[in-house]
Structures are given as C-alpha cells and as structure tokens.
C-alpha cells in the first residue's frame, strides 16, 4: 500500500426527513442561493422542503443548471452572485448540479479568465464561496468528494477537476428524494456508481486488503440490488443502499494508498462531448474495451474480480476474465444501459478527434501504469464500435 493522506470533513446527514436540519446547517445571516436544475425537484416536494426549512433566511434561487453543466449556464450563477453579495451556496439535485455549483464556488472570487480552472487546473487564490447540498440523484460522489466536471459548449470540452476548496460543509442525504426519479436516471447513476469503484480497483494488487474488500462490497451491493431497485423505485431500503454505496465510490476512502486508472472516464467525457451521451452511457460502452485491451496488464486483478465479485472459480484465469467481462456487460444491459457504439447511432467519425484531443493535452501515457497510449485509444474505440 503505498503512502497517503486522507481527510474529508463533510458532515453527511442521511435518511428520511433530514432536509429540514437546513435551518439549522446555514447560518441565518447568509445569503444563499439555491441553485438546481430542470425543475424536477418541484414536482417531487424536494423544493417544498427546501424552502420550508430555509423560510427565516434570505434566498435568491438559479434553476437550469443541465446534464452535464455547461460553463456558460454556471457562469450567468457567478454574474447574480457577485451583482447580489450571496455569501452561501445550496446545491440541490444531482451530480451535475453539484458539479456545476463548486464550479461557481470556484469562479466567483477568481481572477482572470475562470475557464483556466478547469482547462489549466489554475489555482484558487481568493476565498471560494462554501457550499452545501441535497442530494436527489445519487451517482457521482460529489455530495462528498472536492471533485467537478464541467462542459465547454464552445470548445466542445467536458473536464475534470478537483480543488479541496470546493469540498461541500454538509451533504443532505435522504432517499426519498429520489422515488420520483426516471429509470433513465437511476440506471446511468448505478452505472456510474459501478465504474467509479472498478476505476479504483480493477488495477494492480497493490496489498490494500481492505480497500480491496471495501471495494469489492460495493460492487457486490450494487449488482444485487440494482435490477430490483430499477423494478421497485419506491422501496427506500432499496434506494437508502444505492445511494450510500454511490458516496462511499467516491469519497476518497476505497482509493487511499491505492493505484487507480480513471481512462474509462476520460474517454467517456469525450464520448459524450462529441456525440452527446448520457455520462453513464458512456462509461458502459467504454469499460468493456478498456478491460479486453489491457486484460494482461490488469490479469490480477480480473481475475480477482471474477472470483470475488462474480464468484466464478470453473476454468482456467483466460476463461474467468472473459466470463468476468461479459458478466459486466450483461449487468450493465440488465440496467437498461446499452454498451456499444452502434447501439447509440455512434460510428468512427470523430475517432481521430478524440485522438488528437488526447495528444494535444499529453494524454500519451495515462492508467494505473501509464502505459495506456493513444494506440490503446483507438483499440478501444474499434472494439467498441
């Protein structure tokens, strides 16, 4: 295991009722904004609760932050907050909402061109503004992790960041906010949740054992209770399992001291960039390719995943890897998620984009060993066609 160091203060408030403690977590001398997306959470009482519990403080609102958060939705946030003096920030929805509001965190108080924080991870000098949330889709860990992804719409760019800075104070956690949510939504945030832990485990042995079998428990958790809860969506032991696993994939714990990969999400942010698939969707078609390509780099661990997770032990390591795979790919379409190109209308056009993309940020050599090229690139996309 190799060395590291490991702190993460958000205060987690879970179960049902617990979006009424708002009153109590903000200050009622800030301003806040409460930012969230299509409006969703208008129909399902999340908004009602909200505001309920924020009746004594002062609230500006910003809905239509969308899939995927464009720069230039969260940048009309940034303008109202600095033309307001809004001191606090509530995000309320899911992944991309999150995101979206520690982008503006971020940007707020920064000098310069504030696309620099995401294409040149341009560091935060001034006070980013601190933020809370409720979380309605689980998925991405943000509700507990200082990570956010953002889209250029003019650059046709979707990346990455992370800066301690914009780690949220508390996260509101109840499962009933998600009873109402579309199968199209469960069903990528499952995915999502699937590979975030694969991204941190089907690596190297590297003697975390725990790690290991806390990764391996959240694999397991998620490929039992996945198709039920796509068939059961009001079942809250059900949906109170999905959405703590999808936080404890993400929030730093199951990666300490580990090795880790993350080319499934890189790729996938470009799949979705250019041909505009849901993130989810593009992780499904991506990992296959990714585990075929690098499965002699990577045989320890397969094999150890099939063992573990998918308890096969007939046949030799070639034939655990295999069934391994498929039995990935089958979970994914159990869900709904289709796992290739073609499925979604994609064919080679853009192959040579994402390539030179790649090239030009220096993306050469990346993975667990960096030793994923651009060659390895284009096999994956061929292999996923």
């Known amino acids: 295991m190799e060395n590291f160091s490991f702190h993460n203060s958000v205060n987690i408030v879970f ?127 943000s509700e507990m992790n200082a990570n956010f992804v953002v889209t250029n719409k003019d650059t046709q760019e979707k990346l990455g960041m992370n800066k301690k800075e914009v780690l949220p104070q508390f996260s509101i956690l109840d499962p009933e906010a998600m ?81 880790q990969d993350w080319v499934t999400h890189m790729i996938g942010h470009e799949l979705t960039a250019f041909y505009g698939v849901d993130h989810g969707q593009s992780l499904a078609i991506v990992l296959p390719g990714i585990l075929e390509v690098k499965r002699s780099e990577k045989a320890k661990k397969l094999i150890q995943y099939a063992e573990r997770v998918w308890d096969i032990h007939e046949g030799d390591d070639n034939h655990k890897i295999d069934i391994a795979i498929q039995r990935t790919i089958n979970f994914f379409e159990s869900l709904g998620v289709k796992t290739r190109l073609s499925d979604y209308g994609i064919d080679d056009e853009k192959f040579n984009d994402i390539k030179a993309r790649f090239d030009r940020r220096g993306l050469t050599a990346i993975g667990e060993r960096q030793t994923f090229t651009l060659n390895d690139l284009m096999k994956v996309l061929e292999l996923r066609k």
């Open 15 to 141: 179960g049902k009722g617990q979006i009424s403690k708002l009153n109590t977590l903000i200050n009622k001398k800030n301003k806040v904004m409460v930012l969230y997306g299509g409006g969703s959470i208008k129909k399902n009482g999340v908004y009602d609760q909200v505001m309920a519990a924020l009746k004594d403080h002062q609230v500006i609102e910003f809905s239509g932050i969308e899939p995927n958060p464009a720069y230039e939705t969260l940048m009309k946030a940034v303008e109202i907050i600095r033309q307001k003096k809004v001191d606090f920030l509530l995000a309320v929805g899911g992944g991309s909402v999150l995101d979206g509001t520690k982008f503006i965190s971020a940007a707020v108080n920064f000098k310069g061109y504030t696309w620099d924080i995401m294409s040149k991870n341009a560091p935060l000098t001034e006070p980013t503004l601190p933020i809370g949330t409720v979380l309605t889709l689980p998925a991405t860990g």
């Open 179 to 259: 009873f109402s949510l579309p199968e199209r939504q469960i069903s990528n945030g499952i995915v999502d949740t699937f590979i975030h832990t694969t991204e941190q485990y089907l690596t190297y042995p590297a003697q975390g054992y725990l790690q290991d079998r806390q990764a391996e428990g959240i694999l397991k958790t998620l490929i039992e209770i996945g198709p039920k809860y796509m068939k059961d969506k009001t079942n809250y032991d059900l949906a109170s399992n999905f959405m703590w696993c999808a936080t404890n994939a993400l929030n730093g714990l199951i990666g300490v001291g580990m090795p």
